[in-house]
């Protein structure tokens, strides 16, 4: 008998509501790791305290007073203070603030300390991370936590494997609420960035292997739905991040107040269920029954009577020989067509990461409240989640794909353009680009499962995130540029990246409405053959 075909049975009910809230707050805590960095390590507006003009009580200096365009150079691209540069003092009048007592035409390096525009404590004022010259250091931060998150995926993927996919889930989400706790104690720069390598490789893996679990839990034809549902709680949990950080704007409580709640995921131990595959896989029968017996009794449904001996079959797809990594291998690079899909597949993943994980970044650097932008830049991901089915049906894979990039990218040059005082409509154009991205983020997901053969479509499907990882891990470095060649050159990259994303979009074959491959012979055809539509071919 096929799970399936219980689950049919014992139907939809309370069992996949409740599921559906535990997993969407699990998927909602995966996002926390992969964001807090933006605050925790985030670089702020600051400038050279100007002993004789600002004020020795702390409280009573402000950012930008009156009289600094002549005690300090400002940045021509931004129109902001330099942070670590004034202008040298007249030593005649030591103790004057008068535009005459100081040299325009010569600067020198902050030795009194800084003036905030706002009071926040991050690692970079705790440890002295300051100037312009150090903010590698900070952007270094998150290109750490992408890496983590390049090797966690596969190391999570094994323990799911060996262990279950419930174990993994909790272990990884336990742990990394664990290790960011040790992390908010951290004594220096090296401790911290450990920590936050540790804490991504770990948390990593949360995201997909709830998914899974959460998915099997439906029928196939409430699987579209259903993911939509727990899509939309992801975002949440980047919301949340900037909520907190806004409230409490010290690294330390950020780290601890957005990670405690993360140990009660240990009862998931037993709210939960193991995946039922899985444990078919493993051979323990039993157990499967005694989860459909659970889901049955819940939704209040009959269930067939099953011996305890039954096999439950299931449709993965587990031949020993041929699911092997090293056979794949030789069969993409045996197969010109499909290994040059591959590579162009993967050109696109790493577009569409960098500027996706590039305009969530930036959204601190647009003009007013940084928290709130960061928070709608995460925001229209949930229409985004509901907006990609609309696209997809409507569009072809290539072109809806291709559309989003390019809007993504027409955006990011317009918001350029448009000048610094109309702050509402840039941030509408950069949230337009933010919704792009995010809708081509889904569709690549899709266009990648459809055009790989059924037996090596979980591996490129991994092999093309992994590699697109890549993307994210630049993400975060894009920051610099802005300090060497101005602000516009950020969103200028963005630009370019995703134009030429969408041109290797093109040349990609389409793929909607047709039967899934199922042989490598079958993939080669796509784009040649008028395959027949799935819709009409059911074999």
Known sequence: MNIDSVLVTVGMGRYQ???????????????????????????????????????????????????????????????????CQRYSRNPVNGSRCAPGDFDSNTVELCSGGWVFEDIENTIGTEFGLMCEEKKWKLS??????????????????????????????????????????????????????????????????????????AIELVLPNHRVLYYSILECFYPIGAILVAFIASLVKDWRLLLQIANIPGLLFLSYFWLTEESMRWLEMQGKHDRVIGVLKRIAGINKKSLPVLRPNTQIETSNYDDDNDAKYVNILKDVIGSPTILFRLIRCSLVWIAITLVYYGLTISATDIAGDKYLNFALASFVEIPACLLNWLVMEGMSRRMSLSCMLILSGFTSVLYNLVPDSSLLIRLSIFL????????????????????????????????????????????????????????????????????????????????????????????????????????????
């Open 17 to 83: 509501f409740a599921g559906c809230v535990l997993f969407g707050l699990m998927i909602m805590y995966s996002n926390v790791s992969p964001v807090t960095y933006v605050f925790t390590a985030g670089d702020l507006k600051y400038r050279c305290a100007v002993p004789g003009c600002d004020s020795p009580d702390l409280a009573e200096r402000t950012y930008e007073p009156e009289w600094l365009r002549f005690t300090t150079p400002y940045r021509e691209d931004t129109g902001l203070p330099r942070k």
């Open 140 to 213: 270094m931060v998150g290109t750490v936590n992408n890496f983590g998150q390049f090797i966690g995926i596969p190391v999570s993927g094994i323990i799911a494997d060996k262990f279950g996919r419930k174990f993994a889930m909790v272990f990884c989400a336990v742990t990394s609420a664990i290790l960011a706790i040790i992390q908010s104690f951290s004594v220096n720069y090296q401790m911290f960035l450990v920590l936050e390598l540790f804490s991504s490789i770990v948390s990593s893996g949360v995201y997909t292997v709830t998914f899974v679990l």
């Open 432 to 539: 337009i680009s933010k919704l792009a991205i995010s809708v081509a983020f889904s569709v690549i997901y899709m266009l990648t499962v459809e055009i790989f053969p059924t037996r090596m479509r979980a591996t490129l499907l991994s092999v093309c995130s992994m590699i697109g990882r890549i993307g994210s891990m630049l993400a975060p470095q894009t920051t610099l540029l802005a300090e060497y060649f101005g602000n516009y050159v950020t969103m200028l990259v963005f630009s370019v990246t995703a134009l030429v994303a969408a041109a290797i979009t093109m040349t990609l074959p389409e793929s909607k409405n047709i039967k899934l491959p199922d042989t490598i012979v079958e993939a080669e055809r796509i784009g040649i053959d008028r395959l027949i539509p799935e819709n009409i071919e059911n074999s």
